[in-house]
């Protein structure tokens, strides 16, 4: 029943119905998506190798944490602030001495993480969030100071991909859009209407090695040659569909998935300048950087590995780091069951000189 609002009470809302024994729809998981309140739930669809709705998983906690050495008194950066997960671990090793500053440029999770990070009582003595992107991290430093530590996670957050609304993922209809902030730029709809379709060709198979590329640009531009919109995500995953029907019945299936995932990968990139911020965060990275500080950063494809690991070699070269990481850090067998989203991770890390 609801309450009189006239009586100065609020408005009872009836939470979202969904049809069979259990939702299916972003907006119906009411129970994950809150987590504080239901931890019964959050941890049964955790234990079946899921990602919550409306969270993330933070991946590599251990192993960030065994080589960043955080100590009480030092001062940190987490680059891509996220869920907060990272975070709130590095913020239990300052011990409530030092202080961390959180970066990101995504204006809808940064209030959610923000409140959730104040509430367990990361106040503004220890913890800075300050919606920035990290291509600008020399900024950051002049007004902050250098860093002991930082860490850069690349990936997208799991609320951000699991949200049709934000138009990242192929597997739910939403708008085509893919900006981690949809305040600026635009969207993967009216990209695709600014390029041509060998830019577009191009743009597949530098950013996500999408081995048929020619093949879906010609469909995609064929398309839009004809006056046929594609605005959502169910859109452009329908011509990939289509596209990759002379693929045999046996392989269609996962070809079409994994195609799916590269494209959206690849627009993703482009939409957000990815790369070039990457570079941009690499070039600066070391100047902020106290001596002896140590940085962690987490890839998740091979075109951001290859990107992190040239500028680690080349600068160690010019005695700008101390040490490098030789070879990848994985995430266990084990975290990788847990977490499906952890497959791909590869970790690199330097130490400043």
């Known amino acids: 029943m609801e309450n009189n609002q006239n009586n100065g009470q609020p408005v009872h809302k009836r939470r979202v119905r969904y049809s069979g024994t259990h939702p299916k729809k972003f907006e119906e998981k009411y129970k ?5 309140k239901y931890a019964d739930t959050i941890e049964k669809v955790i234990s079946k190798g899921s990602t919550p709705a409306g969270m993330h ?6 192993e960030i944490l065994d080589f960043l050495e955080i100590k009480p008194g030092q001062h940190g950066l987490d680059a891509t602030l996220g869920y907060g997960g990272h975070t709130e671990q590095m913020l239990k090793c300052l011990n409530g001495e030092g202080h961390i500053y959180g970066l990101d440029v995504d204006p809808i999770e940064i209030v959610k993480t923000e409140s959730r990070l104040r509430k367990l009582g990361y106040d503004e003595s220890i913890l800075t969030v300050c919606p920035v992107n990290f291509a600008d991290i020399d900024k950051v430093s002049e007004k902050y100071g250098k860093f002991d530590f930082v860490l850069a996670d ?16 192929y597997k739910a209809d939403g708008p085509l859009d893919l900006r ?16 041509t379709k060998d830019e577009f060709e191009g743009m597949l198979v530098e950013n996500s090695d999408e081995p048929y590329a020619a093949e879906i640009a010609r469909a995609v531009f064929s398309k839009m040659k004809k006056g046929g919109r594609i605005e959502t995500t169910s859109d452009l995953r329908q011509i990939i ?9 046996a392989e269609r299936k996962e070809a079409v998935k994994k195609s799916c995932m590269r494209v959206f990968q690849a627009l993703r990139i482009d939409v957000n300048s990815e790369f070039e911020v990457l570079e941009q965060f690499m070039e600066k990275l070391p100047y902020v950087m106290n001596s002896g500080g140590r940085i962690a950063v987490l890839t998740f494809h091979s075109g951001e590995d290859r990107l992190v690991k040239k500028a680690f070699k080349r600068m160690k070269k010019e005695g700008l780091y101390l040490d490098i990481s030789e070879d ?3 995430p266990s067998a084990e975290e990788c069951r847990r977490n499906g989203r952890a497959r791909s991770t590869k970790m690199r890390w330097a130490i400043k000189a």
């Open 57 to 62: 998983i933070s991946i590599m906690v251990k």
């Open 241 to 249: 569909e289509d596209t990759l029907e002379f693929v045999p019945k």
């Open 154 to 169: 690349l990936g997208v957050s799991s609320m951000q991909i699991d949200n049709p609304e934000r138009g990242f993922s």
């Open 180 to 195: 981690l902030n949809p305040n600026k730029g635009v969207s993967a709809a009216e990209r695709l209407k600014e390029i």
């Open 32 to 36: 994950e998506l809150n987590p504080e």
């Open 328 to 330: 990848v850090i994985r």
